[in-house]
C-alpha cells in the first residue's frame, strides 16, 4: 500500500498537498477579491463629488449636512448590496475554481 503512493517518480503525496495548498489558496484568494473589488468598484461608479464637498462642509461648517446624510444613506446601500452580492459571487467562483483545480490535478499523469 505504501508502494503506490511513492510510485512514477513523483510521491502521490506530493501531489496530494501540492493540490490541497492550491485549492486552498486560490478559494481564499477568489473570496477575498471578489470582496474588495467589489467595494471599490461600487463606490468609484456611484458617489459624485459633490457628496464629498457636502459632507467635508457640513463635518467643518455645519452646512449641507442634509445633502450628506442623503450621500450616507445611498453609500451604506451601496455597500450593503456590494457585500451580499462580493459574498455571493466569491463563493461562487471560489467554489468553482477550486473545483476546477481539483479536476486539473486529477487529469494530470503524476
Do not use: M, W
Not at 510521491?11 to 473589488?37: H, W
Amino acid at each position: 500500500a505504501h508502494a503506490a503512493l511513492f510510485a512514477g517518480g513523483e510521491s502521490l503525496l506530493k501531489v496530494r498537498l501540492l493540490q490541497g495548498v492550491a485549492s486552498r489558496l486560490v478559494d481564499g484568494l477568489t473570496r477575498a477579491v471578489t470582496r474588495t473589488v467589489g467595494h471599490i468598484i461600487s463606490r468609484s461608479l456611484s458617489r459624485q463629488p459633490t457628496e464629498d464637498y457636502y459632507c467635508y462642509y457640513c463635518k467643518e461648517e455645519e452646512l449641507y449636512c442634509s445633502e450628506c446624510a442623503i450621500s450616507e444613506k445611498q453609500t451604506a446601500v451601496i455597500d450593503n448590496a456590494a457585500s451580499v452580492y462580493g459574498a455571493y459571487y466569491g463563493d461562487y467562483y471560489a467554489r468553482a475554481y477550486s473545483a476546477d483545480l481539483y479536476e486539473t490535478f486529477l487529469k494530470e499523469d503524476y
